[in-house]
């Protein structure tokens, strides 16, 4: 992995970035699996990150001599001096380096719009469709599903209450439920069925607070619908929500509007557009932003962010 320089995206940050290879499948590995599981991955040359997130870059390489504040004269780039594992020294407060597992279980089905996972013990059995982009099972979501499972003392879920924007399929809240939380799942009206079919296919009959399925279009009637008197979460969950869409600063909105003092906001996304980053840069501008683990292979990686305080 080499460290490069970008200079012709919207915002001039100076900082280290890296470039990642693409990730080829395993051979034997069915076109579901890839398409769930985003071994498929855009390869592409990423901006620089804002000045004022936290994080660490990847070791370079043995055989570069320079650090990356030589190279760039950035007091805003950190390397460390061994490479980043998958295990982070205990209160760190640097991203640790992962692989997205592979939890999809290979399974014989009568559908081909199924997909089978494992997560906290349980199977989970997941409805895709093709017709929505919010019904298929992004990247991000395996990520922080990932991360939340094996995070448990972190971040503990058990009896909190928990909102998922751009929920989908419902895996991550589905993850979530698994982990104890009270959970509302929301998205886009046309993405309802789908999601509420997954989610009570995979929590009903079990030890667990039942899960909430609501409708919620970023930024429009959020007072109506979530009043903030009786609307007040400890964790917002999103995954994948940032891409080449026109809802940006809704969505934006919508993550200000729920994010109060005490609320954790963790966001796992692939970036795949210079859009995402200036995404990222005005998330940056409004909450304590730091990077939590990166997911090289996938492109993936998670954030918490929370309300600065005054």
Known sequence: MRLVGAES???Q???CIKTSGACIPPAGTS???HHSSSFAMISAQQPPFPNNIQRVMDCPAEEEEETCEEQFESEN?????TCASSTAEPNSDLPVTLKILQNWVPRVSHYFDKEHYTYVGHQIVIQESIEHFGAVVWPGALALSQYLETNQEQFNLKDKKVLEIGAGTGLLSIVACLLGAYVTATDLPEVLENLSYNI???TQNMNMHKPEVRKLVWGEGLNEDFPVSTHHYDFILAS????HHTALDSLLATMVYFCKPGTVLLWANKFRFSTDYEFLEKLCNIFNTTILAEFPESNVKLLKATVREN
């Open 240 to 243: 994948d929500v940032v891409y």
């Open 31 to 33: 076109s579901a699996l």
């Open 77 to 81: 780039c950190t390397c460390s001096s």
């Open 9 to 11: 995206y919207s915002f």
């Open 200 to 202: 009570s296919r995979n």
């Open 13 to 15: 940050v100076r900082a």
